[in-house]
């Protein structure tokens, strides 16, 4: 390694060995700048010769082109990467005074010039290499083809004094200190990270800054940030930040979400600036953007790739024209005149069709006067109620975009929700109001109820307010009119984006493949479904049931939301189903009689068991019972009702039935490896991921740009991320998700057909199989509720290897070797439905107990 240079003006050289680097990468030269002064760079460069287009990668302080590596290995074919360590940073020159940001911008010019860069290129900028990134976009525009921008900022948004840890570091006596005389400054910025990054990388990105002559440059970054107006730097970093509105080309934007450095606010101002770039947030990642979410090297590629094509546009299924398309307020408004109940409040209110047909065009015309525009999102966080019920439809009647995301998140799944969806106005109750608050959430706050915590109108102010204002004008079918989120038991909850002309293909749907008609009425034990009441035109009721808790529904609950309503339809969870039929004993004769009444039970958000429906048949004697499967992203896609599922019989995985019409279903095969990545088929028996194709299908992911492009990539077809099979009946059967598939040696096994097969032995109540080891050469583990222990649960629970019989049972049914048995209380699952399996957990803790465990422990 060369030694460490005491004098300003002098090269490194080059960096020693450290993870990921490539020595061939590296390389030097010496660039003179405009005063003819001569220094010398060091540049990662992937030594394209030729290239289609280069990468121009630019870090910021106080990292060094380190960063980049892995884009350097990610390079899409034929393009070159180029990424320098700014002069006096890296292991590039140390200088004798600070350069401000105009003569940074000019700097990488004089570089890219002596590299021989020309276009089509793409700027890749971090922290403060973003605006010096940008400075050289708008100097090269003639050879700009787009920009990526990962964690930075351009300008302060109004009112905002900039990033406070930046600030901190540069307060009087202070910069001086943690910047250069210590190794602080950049010790921190590496210990943003969660989880937190490997020391050894930790420490390659401190390896240029061992000394206080090499960490100079730190420091005058620091002061170089134009915090002030009169900053000597303001100018240039204002010409910057507006001059980047006019860039036409495509940009990216990768989000680390957890920044304490760049927050949501710079992120809202980028957005503004460029509003034609797409976003991608990685939920967990933090200020180091390319090192808290690796896989962002393959989306950047991926996203340069897509530049030079034009990728088709998603071709759905025929729609109804403008004119004679259905909106999702029509048929609140064909019962306009009808005094039936349209929205009942079990023990509260009663709304009827007339009364929430006028309310929801009163409140449209109050939010449309107090200033809530068409496209702009409202987020709602308003309790299951005729309240939500009005206000949901009122903002889609303005034009405004819904978004939704319930309780059964938990408190900071919501928060990282509707932060991501960046809503320009709340509606809520008291405790949705406050909730707000603390999640700093932005816009304006309606309540809905007495005014509270600075709202600036209640739902009766704007009712009132919009009966003598204009009800606005529809908006196109192609807007956007909800952002609902997933349930998170797959990860993070994903935004998904629906248009009004999906919306209503998904309600009309619903509607035919169960006859509905204006004489159903609708108990919905999971609140979001019933939402859809008025768009069906049918009558609703919510039954008294804590929504974070769906398990907590009882018969009776059920019973008198049924007589509420007179409900003949009724929706409800599997877990929710299993609390009803452990207590149907405790009903009333009425209570009884109420459910008698429906005809049609539907139950979905996880596998139904038969068994669980059957169970249900003297409590519901009259009800059809259906399990249809589809997810928040298209949802209904198939059903089945019980004597479906009980001609199926016993096969690989749950039969979730054939295709609803007007959906099309086809499978991508498998590899070896457990990638989805063969040609769309239909061909009864293989083994792959779930791809749909419907009207309904959501429009996008919000702010999730890689995810779409990856689950969309075959035109018009949404990759579900199940994997399953079709059978020669055209059925389709569900084996368990792609992320949960076990890659053996032997090629991949899905989990379900196993914990179907090991839940039929006695003394067995669930089970979860999943894989242990690295990819490619997992093996099954198999873990096991035994009877009398909770089904389900949310908390922690340690495996326990299992006693030799159960062991020898489990593996003589489970059809696939079996490596390790082990039980355990309970299994984690979901919050929103508690029913889905959270096996990525159940394989870390089997891993851990496996791997701890010394002699077998009865069970």
């Given amino acids: 390694m060369t030694a460490d240079p005491t004098t300003a ?15 061939a990468w590296s390389r030097t030269l010496a660039v003179a700048d405009a005063t003819g002064t001569k220094h010398t760079w060091h540049v990662l460069d992937n030594g394209v010769t030729d290239p289609v287009g280069t990468l121009l990668c630019v870090h910021g302080n106080p990292t060094w082109s380190y960063l980049w590596r892995r884009l350097l290995a990610a390079a899409p074919p034929g393009w070159r990467v180029i990424a320098p360590d700014q002069l006096g940073m890296g292991w590039s020159d140390r200088l004798a005074a600070p350069r401000p940001l105009r003569q940074r911008v000019a ?9 021989g860069v020309t276009g089509p290129v793409v700027t890749v900028g971090h922290d403060w290499g973003g605006v010096i990134s940008l400075g050289w976009a708008l100097e090269h525009r ?27 570091a540069d307060a009087p006596g202070v910069r001086a200190a943690v910047t250069v005389g210590t190794p602080v400054f950049v010790r921190a910025t590496t210990a943003l990270s969660r989880p937190a990054l490997p020391a050894e990388v930790r420490r390659a990105f401190a390896a240029p800054y061992r000394s206080r002559a090499r960490r100079r440059s730190v420091g005058d970054f620091v002061a170089d940030i134009p915090f002030s107006p009169g900053h000597p730097s303001r100018a240039a970093q204002e010409a910057i930040a507006e001059g980047i509105r006019d860039l036409d080309v495509p940009a990216l934007l990768l989000w680390g979400p957890r920044d304490p450095v760049f927050g949501e606010r710079y992120l809202t101002d980028l957005r503004g600036r460029l509003p034609q ?7 967990g990642a933090s200020h180091l953007l390319p090192e808290d979410a690796p896989q962002y090297a393959d989306a950047v590629a991926q996203w340069v790739t897509d530049l030079g094509t034009d990728r088709a546009v998603p071709d759905r299924p025929a729609a109804p024209a403008d004119g004679t398309a259905r909106r999702l307020w029509s048929a609140l408004e064909e019962r306009s005149d009808d005094d039936a109940a349209a929205v009942v409040e079990v023990g509260g209110a009663t709304v009827i069709w007339s009364a929430l047909a006028a309310r929801v065009r009163h409140l449209a015309a109050g939010l449309a006067a107090a200033g809530v525009r068409p496209g702009q999102r409202v987020a709602l966080l308003v309790e299951p109620s005729a309240d939500l019920t009005a206000a949901v439809y009122a903002v889609w009647r303005a034009g405004g975009v819904v978004v939704v995301a319930d309780k059964g998140l938990g408190f900071a799944g919501m928060r990282r929700a509707l932060r991501s969806a960046a809503g320009d106005a709340v509606i809520g109750s008291g405790k949705g109001l406050a909730a707000a608050r603390l999640m700093g959430l932005p816009g304006i706050r309606v309540a809905a109820g007495p005014r509270a915590l600075g709202a600036a109108h209640t739902l009766d102010d704007l009712e009132a307010l919009g009966r003598s204002a204009p009800v606005p004008a529809e908006v196109p079918v192609d807007d956007d009119c909800a952002v609902l989120f997933t349930s998170g038991a797959t990860g993070p909850a994903k935004g998904v984006v629906y248009t009004h002309r999906q919306a209503a293909a998904q309600i009309d749907l619903v509607r035919s493949a169960y006859d509905l008609t204006p004489g159903d009425r609708l108990v919905a034990a999971f609140a979001p479904f019933a939402i859809l009441g008025p768009a069906l035109g049918i009558g609703s009721a919510v039954p008294d049931v804590d929504v974070t808790a769906p398990g907590s529904l009882t018969a009776a609950a059920l019973a008198d939301a049924a007589a509420a309503v007179e409900a003949t339809v009724v929706f409800a969870s599997p877990a929710a189903l299993r609390r009803v039929a452990a207590t149907a004993e405790k009903l009333s004769a009425a209570q009884r009689q109420a459910l008698e009444r429906v005809r049609l039970l539907m139950s979905a958000g996880a596998p139904v068991p ?7 048949r003297t409590l519901l004697p009259a009800a059809d019972a259906h399990t249809p499967y589809g997810m928040t992203e298209v949802l209904p896609v198939a059903d089945i009702s019980l004597p479906g599922i009980e001609a199926a019989g016993d096969g690989e995985g749950v039969c979730v039935g054939a295709p609803l019409p007007g959906v099309s279903v086809r499978i991508s ?18 083994l792959g991921e779930v791809c749909v194709r419907a009207a309904h299908v959501k429009d996008r992911y919000d702010a999730l740009w890689a995810l779409e492009r990856a689950t969309s990539r075959d035109a018009g077809w949404h990759r579900t991320g199940d994997v399953g099979h079709l059978d020669a009946e055209g059925r389709l059967w569900i084996e368990g998700r792609l992320q949960h598939v076990v890659t053996t040696a032997a090629g991949p096994v899905t989990p379900v057909g196993i914990e179907q097969r090991v839940e039929r032995l006695e003394g067995v109540s669930a089970v979860a199989a999943v894989g242990v080891g690295p990819a490619g050469a997992q ?3 198999v873990v096991v509720v035994p009877s009398g222990g909770r089904r389900r649960t949310r908390g922690r629970s340690r495996p326990r ?11 003589s049914v489970a059809g696939v070797d079996v490596a390790a048995v082990l039980t355990v209380p309970a299994l984690p699952v979901d919050i929103r439905h508690q029913s889905k399996v959270d096996r990525g957990e159940v394989a870390r803790r089997a891993a851990r107990a496996l791997a701890g465990a010394r002699a077998p422990r009865r069970a």
């Avoid at 003006?9 to 020595?23: R, T």
């Avoid at 700097?107 to 590299?115: Q, R």
């Avoid at 003639?142 to 901190?168: F, Q």
């Fill in 142 to 168: 003639a050879d700009l083809r787009g920009v990526v921008l990962c964690n930075t900022a351009v300008a302060m948004p109004e009112g905002d004094w900039g990033p406070v840890l930046i600030r901190a």
């Fill in 779 to 781: 093996v099954v583990a």
């Fill in 277 to 283: 770039a797409r976003l991608h947030r990685y939920e």
């Fill in 610 to 616: 038969a068994s669980l429906l059957r169970s249900l």
């Fill in 669 to 686: 095969p498998l590899s070896p490896d457990g990638r989805a990545d063969g040609p769309l088929t239909e061909l009864p028996g293989t």
């Fill in 107 to 115: 700097d990488l010019g004089d570089l890219t010039a002596a590299l």
């Fill in 9 to 23: 003006g002098h090269a490194a050289g080059s960096p020693p060995a450290l993870p990921g680097l490539d020595p």
């Fill in 801 to 811: 290897l299992a006693g030799p019989d159960l062991a020898d049972a489990v593996r």
